[in-house]
């Protein structure tokens, strides 16, 4: 006979395990409906909201464009300050703030918005995302069990690989010569690509035809700095071969990678003329008008060569890159999409195709596109990055770990994985494995710019300031011209240090980086956007991020400003934070030195924007 007495608490137990991993299971699927239909309530009552304005009528209709730091924030407030002041004119807002959404993108919905709600005046905050260096986060809310959750998903993606090449033309040009190396004359000398002079030179004595010892020759001068020498050695290749292409293409990405664009284009504009039929100096062309701004040209110079090879996958890539950095987002699909009907085996495809979807977020089509690079290519560590960023921004953060800790099996030494695994796990309060990991970053390259600046915000955000101080300067030692970031982040630190000179010094070098340094693709649609506006006798107000100088935002309609509200938040907001700190109107601090705003920085952020309004448009 059973002794029943021995079975009970077993089964009891049994019982306890398995109500408590239901009732997890439980919590975690109505914790996911409640995100999804968070986000649902949020956009249905923005449009609720824009449609009760449109209703009204007789009333100065506003729109507001921007991001996240515009959708469901300050335009809230804005109708109420701008009806508060008794002017005799009744006023109404629409808010088109979109989570991550670029300038591009805003300016290929605007004459749709603008048909829509037939705005009497446009106020724009936007730009942010267009810069590769940050990283923006979803719109905040004032919900504090929400905020918890959403300061989980620290980061979102940034620009890299071949998005990146484009908007770095010297990397772009240099690592590009190596590949433009024809075996023209040459003996078979064999030439390692970290000989010394010295070789290269014997190599060329031994064959004074072999162009490949020149090119490395010429390389190894342009790394040591020895451009005069480099350039030399250019012209002996042009001179030897004046009549190949692949010299002046070569030629052409030396004095791209000097910044010598009008050289550039007249180097590939000759090698198209030597050889019309060959498609690479048309990507080379279109590539150098890309960086520029010159899109039409691009384009033009981008559709060339898939004319001249309509099964080209690189030109249709680059022509998609092409779209989507312009905003045109449907062209871009397309031109993705042929290049996979073409070459469903090409992986690059794919994760173009998956990035578009992303920043449209569509991220349903986005994950289908990068498990199908995984299927092509089991063994990348960079398409298992492309999925954790993707899990990130879901949230899912069990799946975005494995994923970048299945990158770093793959590739030990992937150092963007380690990044990302770090912000990962600060988001998640997981302190000494981000240490670690970024920690990690740094031992793997120790040149890595952003490695140390991660280190420092890290160390910064626990309270560890000096060593948070020797990080930044690091960062600012391997990179002392274009550390934007960093100038920013160690203001930010010598101000709650106390040591306010240096502070104003960093921030001065921060305003002074951005007066030389918006991006093309944030210039361009301003630029545009003016057109459209003053075109369709709409007034225009830009506005500048808060505690950000206004300077560089004037400077990109420099001699075109007329008609052009500015708001500066610069002053209002750095003396608020003074008073009363950042925690008092930032959620977060993603901008480095601003951040999504809490309500007082949203009514102090409108309060600003409706006084200058008034003042600027109705003298009030």
Not at 432 to 445: G, I, N, P, Y
């Amino acid at each position: 006979m059973r002794n029943n007495s021995t079975i009970k608490p077993v089964t009891t137990l049994k019982i306890k395990i398995t109500l408590i991993i239901f009732g997890v299971f439980l919590s975690l699927l109505l914790l996911e409906i409640g995100l999804r239909a968070g986000g649902f309530v949020l956009l249905f009552t923005q449009e609720y909201s824009n449609s009760k304005a449109m209703k009204e009528s007789g009333t100065y209709r506003i729109m507001c464009l921007g991001e996240s730091t515009t959708r469901g924030q300050y335009p809230v407030f804005l109708e109420e300050m701008l009806n508060r002041n008794n002017t005799g004119t009744r006023f109404s807002v629409i808010d088109k703030g979109f989570d991550g959404t670029t300038t591009t993108a805003i300016l290929e919905r605007i004459n749709a918005d603008i048909d829509r709600y037939h705005p009497s005046m446009v106020v724009t905050m936007m730009g942010i995302n267009d810069q590769g260096g940050y990283i923006p986060h979803e719109a905040a809310t004032p919900s504090k069990a929400v905020r918890l959750f959403r300061s989980l998903k620290v980061y979102k993606l940034a620009r890299i690989l071949w998005l990146h090449i484009i908007s770095s033309a010297n990397k772009q040009a240099v690592g590009k010569i190596q590949t433009h190396i024809p075996e023209i004359g040459s003996k078979g000398v064999h030439l390692d690509l970290i000989s010394a002079e010295d070789s290269f030179k014997k190599a060329v004595q031994l064959d004074p035809r072999n162009v490949t010892a020149y090119f490395e020759l010429g390389r190894y001068y342009y790394t040591e700095g020895k451009r005069l020498q480099a350039e030399g050695i250019f012209k002996k290749v042009i001179e030897l071969y004046p009549e190949n292409y692949y010299s002046y293409i070569c030629s052409g990405l030396f004095y791209q990678s000097q910044g010598r664009f009008s050289q550039a284009e007249d180097s590939f504009k000759k090698a198209v003329q030597l050889d019309p039929k060959n498609f690479e100096a048309y990507l080379d062309l279109g590539q150098l008008y890309q960086f520029q701004g010159e899109f039409s040209h691009a384009e033009d110079s981008f559709r060339e060569a898939i004319t001249i090879d309509p099964k080209n996958v690189e030109a249709l890539l680059e022509l998609g890159r092409l779209y989507q950095d312009i905003g045109k987002l449907t062209q871009a699909e397309e031109s993705f999409k042929t290049a996979i009907k073409l070459h469903p085996e090409n992986v690059n495809a794919c994760l173009e195709l998956g990035w578009l979807y992303l920043i449209q977020g569509k991220l349903t089509q986005a994950e289908e596109s990068f498990k199908t690079a995984i299927k092509l290519h089991p063994e990348s560590s960079i398409v298992y990055t492309f999925l954790g960023w993707l899990y990130r921004d879901q949230g899912k953060l069990t799946q975005a770990e494995e994923s970048f800790k299945t990158a770093i099996k793959l590739h030990p030494e992937n150092v963007n994985a380690y990044l990302e695994l770090g912000r990962l796990y600060q988001a998640q309060g997981k302190l000494t494995q981000a240490e670690e990991s970024f920690k990690k970053a740094v031992q793997l390259d120790p040149g890595n710019v952003t490695a140390y600046f991660e280190l420092g915000r890290y160390y910064h955000a626990e309270g560890k300031l000096s060593r948070a101080e020797d990080a930044f300067k690091k960062s600012m030692e391997l990179d002392p011209d274009e550390n934007l970031r960093t100038y920013e982040a160690i203001s930010l630190l010598y101000e709650e240090m106390g040591k306010l000179e240096m502070a104003r010094k960093y921030a001065k070098k921060a305003n002074s980086w951005w007066l030389s340094h918006y991006s093309d693709v944030t210039v361009n649609s301003y630029r545009k956007l003016k057109e459209i506006l003053d075109k369709r006798r709409i007034k225009f107000v830009c506005v500048q991020y808060p505690a950000r100088s206004i300077a560089p935002l004037k400077k990109i309609f420099e001699g075109n400003e007329k008609g052009i509200i500015f708001v500066d938040n610069e002053k209002i907001f750095k003396d608020a934070l003074k008073k009363g700190g950042s925690m008092a109107y930032f959620v977060d601090m993603f901008g480095i030195n601003f951040g999504h705003c809490t309500k007082k920085g949203n009514r102090l952020l409108a309060e600003n924007i409706a006084n200058v309004i008034l003042r600027e448009a109705f003298h009030k």
